[in-house]
């Protein structure tokens, strides 16, 4: 357990208290009860090999190693006391001679088993953790380090949280809804466990859950509600944030008023609302008029292109009473008179047709949008801030005449979804069907995380973090001080199509556009630069930007923002970095800051290391202001948050979602387990063990270690996997996840059959590469996953059932993008894996020979 507590601080993945490991190798160790027992000389075995493996780890000191039994200067050795271990299951004594446990010390094989997977575990354990404290800071509107802060001290009270069941279903009800109310039919039981909103069902799956572990997320959740409930609130789904589509009960239409112009229910042609509707209808009844015109000219063109001998041979039977001089002559005529102007090509009629149709459909949504339409659905709700779509069927008419009232259900969607709903193609109705967010057969993309998720997103809360109205669950991820989102760039909401045209539906403005980002400005000598010190003594130094006049010509309109890059040599320091510039009105700003209030500028000065402040800071920021003729823009934003508008985050999914349900991610779960219990099997049989995991960290082509990498440059000396030449492409930040997932999608559906695969982030950030979503289910789905294979680089027998998982580590990335371009793989990612011995790669080359030369 030290090993691993090691190993996971070495792997970035932060330290573990003992209760979160003990837990961890518990409850996997319940799950793995039915494993075969291990022979007391094979765990001997299993201790030497992992033995072998922590004395090579260049990751830990000889005193992390070896210190002995003295309990001064720090813990004993993890060496050490792995050899007492050893000791006393060859001996049956502990070091001081005293029997352990009658005659020997025997470790169950569940127990080793999920030690094993610990590495395994623990990995994804640290990043549902950092998500949960994230969310409760966000929710509380406190800094990142406070919530460590607190999450640490919990964990550390006095106190015994051992009295717990690692086999009740505390994590299937975490997010089982709020508490016990009038009308909740719930089991009590409910209420021991823990309704949290803002937890994925990911994050469900992989959070530790030691009874200290409970304790501390029950008191970090209290702490959260306590913060919510004085934050004003409102109704997610009033008239205020959502646009509605109303409908006529279909089985009622007897009992309903229907217009005789427009057709609709509801109305009198008297009292028509549609007249501009019917109108634009009608134009489009004459334009398919004419095209059925163009059709049956074609149909006498036709006959006037046929030779005589095929005419006459049907002249009697199909034109009596005519000759071919009379029928070719009134062939002739009624051409003329169905197309004066001559009969368009195919391509024409092809392109009026298809045009027809999308009018057509456009109609069809305009009418639905008015009201009138009948449908099963009663209405329609939908709020494009937080992405919530709630349907209310009609009420439910009994024989006896009783009206059941209806039951409203909700789905999570994107704008996109929403404009796909209302595209008009087919009824409302179908499309609730057809896009799979009806009742009985429901999307999993389109659910809630859980019951808590769902019920909160039912509110519009004010974020004690953004400021923002929001619906404090999932959707909502403003950046909190110090978190992981802080790193996280903008969707840009503000420029999807989709986002802004179901905004225009909704009462209020649009959020405005994110501004054009100008660099690479023309540069312009060094010149001098005369300031005071610290001390008030006159000081020269030298400094370099961007012209006066690329500058003013850049920001000559309230649409973009120039980044200017600085340098300054001053005698004691030098300031580095840029600095960004914008025009509001006529009035120019600059600023040394970027949109979360971080210095774009840097120093190397003493000052600076220690807070990240210092003079020669202020003094290049004001002259380059003074330089410029702008004024101080401090730490604003050039523009109002393009992910707000009218005080409301944007929150809804920008595209279709790659979530899954917990229950799906168990069974999963349970499909890994069962693999690993019989891989244990098989190599125990064979006289080898499973190895225990350890930390490795990214390596290059060599096979030495290296840090995360931060960038993907392509190798331009290499040649593609199928002998291509490499091309010049632009570089890919790593840490931005939509520039990865839009260079995999584009470069994946530029090669091979050319087809544009699915490419999903999920909120951790690990990226799935899929099939396409219209062959799932499908017989095409094999071929794609074939075809995905190929282009991946992947063996014959990679299961790409759930697709391709990327994780969110730059090493990983960095190797997808290799392999997405053909080219050979420079970096192999950094993971938690078991050590082959020498005798094992040789078992394994065995193998792969046999295996290629089989026929």
């Not at 523009?639 to 005080?647: L, S």
């Not at 470069?747 to 899929?770: F, H, K, M, P, Q």
Request: one cysteine or more.
């Amino acid at each position: 357990m030290g090993l691993i507590k090691k190993m996971s601080v070495a792997n970035g993945d932060g330290v573990f208290h003992d209760a979160e490991v003990q837990s961890s190798i518990h409850e996997l160790g319940h799950e793995l009860e039915g494993m075969t027992p291990m022979t007391r000389e094979q765990e001997i075995e299993h201790l030497n090999q992992v033995i072998a493996q922590v004395e090579a780890l260049p990751d830990l000191t000889d005193e992390e190693k070896h210190r002995p039994f003295s309990g001064r200067n720090g813990q004993t050795g993890i060496v050490t006391r792995m050899r007492a271990e050893l000791e006393a299951l060859k001996t049956g004594k502990d070091r001081n001679g005293r029997p352990v446990a009658g005659t020997a010390k025997e470790n169950k094989p569940h127990q080793l088993a999920a030690v094993m997977q610990l590495g395994q575990i623990l990995s994804s354990r640290q990043p549902a953790k950092t998500n949960f404290l994230e969310m409760n800071a966000r929710h509380r509107g406190i800094p990142m380090a406070q919530a460590k802060s607190e999450w640490n001290a919990l964990m550390k009270r006095p106190g015994d949280f051992s009295n717990i069941s690692l086999t009740d279903t505390f994590r299937e009800n975490i997010g089982a809804g709020g508490p016990l109310g009038e009308g909740d039919t719930r089991p009590v039981s409910l209420q021991q466990s823990l309704a949290m909103a803002g937890v994925t069902s990911r994050d469900q799956d992989e959070i530790g859950q030691s009874g200290r572990a409970r304790a501390a997320m029950a008191e970090m959740e209290q702490r959260r509600l306590s913060a919510l409930a004085g934050q004003p609130s409102k109704s997610a789904m009033s008239d205020e944030f959502c646009t509605t589509r109303t409908f006529q009960d279909a089985g009622n239409k007897k009992n309903i008023l229907k217009c005789d112009q427009c057709g609709q229910f509801g109305h009198e042609a008297g009292d028509c609302p549609n007249e501009v509707l019917v109108a634009q209808r009608d134009a489009l009844t004459e334009r398919g008029r004419k095209l059925d015109q163009v059709r049956d000219a074609q149909k006498w063109q036709s006959v006037l292109d046929t030779d005589d001998a095929k005419l006459e041979s049907v002249l009697d039977r199909l034109y009596p009473g005519h000759s071919l001089e009379s029928l070719r002559e009134m062939g002739s005529a009624r051409i003329n008179e169905l197309c004066p102007g001559g009969i368009p090509t195919e391509r024409q009629i092809a392109r009026e047709e298809k045009d027809i149709n999308a009018e057509k459909a456009a109609l069809r949504a305009e009418f639905d949008k008015a009201g009138g339409s009948v449908s099963w659905i009663q209405e329609a709700r939908y709020n494009p801030s937080n992405g919530v779509l709630q349907i209310t069927p009609q009420p439910y008419t009994r024989k006896d005449g009783t009206v059941t009232p209806p039951k409203p259900f909700r789905r999570r969607i994107s704008p996109q979804t929403w404009a796909e709903l209302t595209d008009g193609t087919d009824s409302f109705g179908a499309r609730v069907h057809a896009l799979g967010l009806a009742p009985q057969k429901l999307d999993e993309a389109y659910k809630f995380e859980n019951a808590a998720d769902a019920i909160a997103a039912g509110s519009m809360t004010q974020c004690p973090t953004c400021g923002q109205f929001a619906s404090m669950n999932t959707a909502h991820r403003c950046p909190v001080v110090g978190g992981p989102s802080e790193k996280v760039p903008a969707r840009n909401a503000a420029n999807n199509a989709a986002y802004r045209q179901v905004l225009r539906e909704v009462p209020g403005s649009l959020p405005p556009r994110p501004r054009t980002l100008r660099t690479g400005l023309a540069r312009a000598g060094s010149k001098q630069l005369h300031y005071l010190d610290a001390d008030g003594n006159r000081v020269e130094g030298r400094i370099q930007m961007a012209t006066v006049a690329a500058v003013k010509e850049e920001t000559a309109t309230n649409a973009t923002l120039a980044q200017v890059g600085v340098t300054a040599n001053l005698p004691d320091a030098n300031v580095t970095g840029h600095v960004r510039l914008w025009s509001e009105d006529g009035q120019r700003y600059m600023s040394p800051f970027d949109d979360r209030g971080r210095s774009t500028l840097k120093c190397s000065c003493a000052q600076y290391a220690r807070n990240h402040r210092c003079h020669h800071l202020a003094v290049v920021a004001s002259n380059t202001g003074r330089h410029y003729e702008a004024a101080n823009g401090a730490q604003r934003r050039p523009d109002a948050n393009p992910e707000a508008v009218r005080g409301v985050s944007l929150d809804a999914p920008l595209t279709a979602s790659s979530r899954v349900d917990f229950a799906t991610l168990a069974q999963r779960r349970g499909e890994r387990n069962g693999e690993f219990l019989a891989s244990v099997e098989k190599r125990s049989f064979a006289t080898t063990l499973m190895r225990s995991p350890v930390s490795m960290p990214a390596r290059n082509e060599d096979g030495q270690p290296i840090d995360e990498p931060t960038t993907w440059t392509r190798n331009q000396d290499a040649t593609r996997s199928d002998g291509i030449p490499a091309t010049h492409v632009r570089d890919v930040d790593l840490s931005d996840t939509k520039a990865v997932q839009y260079r995999l999608r584009k470069v994946l559906s530029g090669r091979g059959a050319r087809r544009s695969y699915s490419v999903l982030a999920d909120a951790n950030g690990g990226i799935t590469i899929g099939i396409q979503r219209s062959a799932r289910g499908k017989k095409t789905i094999a071929t794609q996953q074939r075809d995905l294979k190929q282009l991946l680089g992947l063996p014959a027998n990679a299961n790409l059932e759930h697709g391709y998982y990327v994780p969110p580590t730059g090493s990983a990335r960095h190797e997808v993008l290799d392999r997405a371009y053909g080219d050979e793989q420079r970096i192999q990612q950094s993971r938690w894996l078991v050590n082959p011995t020498p005798a094992d790669v040789a078992a394994s080359r065995r193998q792969r020979v046999a295996a290629e030369h089989k026929f």
